[in-house]
């Protein structure tokens, strides 16, 4: 069974370019998760999904990055415009819980990121 | 303050020995508790969960949570040079509702000897 999919694995772009990724979970999974991780501030959860709804984007940095999950077996984080600062690994990463106290777990599987560099 | 503490290290071990790694959080309502292996230049990937006061084993590794104290704690017997990693610590608080969202820690480097 095909884990997470991400798209692309590595990314070089200029300053003021758009850049977006993409994440394909795990099928039958309800929820998509979107992380950035740096040194610095190790792994940070940007933005997640229930049901392909936004639940949380408290991590979203700026109005430059966006997200979107358009059906249960896709979604997007696009950043516009693009800049040093965002040169990141965004990783992308899925789980399933049928509701509260339902079956499932919290048990999050991470794709294998993109690793973006902003020049 | 950090919701979930971990000490960065590194921590170095020598070959067939324990290794510890220790976790701290502050949300004293926090339900499920996760520990994470991150080679380097890839994903974390799961390697122990725990929902309980107490230990629990799986194979070599060994989670034990006290929320009393409110740490949980990571022991890696015979340690391996494949166990060279960053191990993530990550928390569960409690929300009613439909609430995913995990806290994580920034991790530990471990470095096992030959």
């Known amino acids: 069974d095909a884990g997470v999919i991400q798209s692309p694995r590595h990314e070089v772009t200029e300053m003021g370019q758009e850049v977006t990724l993409r994440c394909k979970p795990i099928?039958?999974?309800?929820?998509l998760f979107w992380y950035r991780q740096t040194m610095m501030r190790g792994l940070e959860l940007l933005i997640y999904?229930?049901?392909?709804?936004?639940?949380?984007d408290s991590g979203m940095p700026e109005d430059r990055f966006s997200a979107k999950m358009p059906n249960a077996s896709f979604s997007t984080l696009k950043i516009q415009p693009s800049e040093p600062r965002d040169s990141a690994v965004y990783f992308c990463?899925?789980?399933?819980?049928?509701?509260?106290?339902?079956?499932?777990?919290?048990?999050?599987?991470f794709g294998p990121g993109t690793r973006l560099t902003v020049l | 303050q950090k919701e979930v503490e971990q000490n960065s290290g590194p921590l170095s071990v020598p070959e067939g020995a324990i290794a510890s790694l220790n976790c701290t959080y502050s949300d004293r309502v926090s339900q499920s508790f996760f520990w994470y292996r991150q080679y380097s230049g890839k994903s974390p990937e799961l390697i122990m969960s725990?929902?309980s006061n107490g230990d629990k084993e799986d194979g070599r590794f060994t989670a034990q949570l006290n929320k009393a104290s409110q740490y949980v704690s990571l022991l890696i017997r015979d340690s391996q040079p494949s166990d060279s990693a960053t191990y993530l610590c990550?928390?569960?608080?409690?929300?009613?509702?439909?609430?995913?969202?995990?806290?994580w820690g920034l991790g530990t480097s471990l470095a096992v000897n030959p």
């Open positions: 999904f229930n049901n392909n709804v936004p639940i949380d």
């Open positions: 725990i929902y």
């Open positions: 099928s039958g999974h309800n929820s």
């Open positions: 990550a928390v569960k608080s409690f929300n009613a509702g439909n609430n995913r969202k995990l806290i």
């Open positions: 990463a899925s789980s399933f819980r049928a509701g509260p106290g339902l079956a499932g777990t919290d048990t999050q599987y």
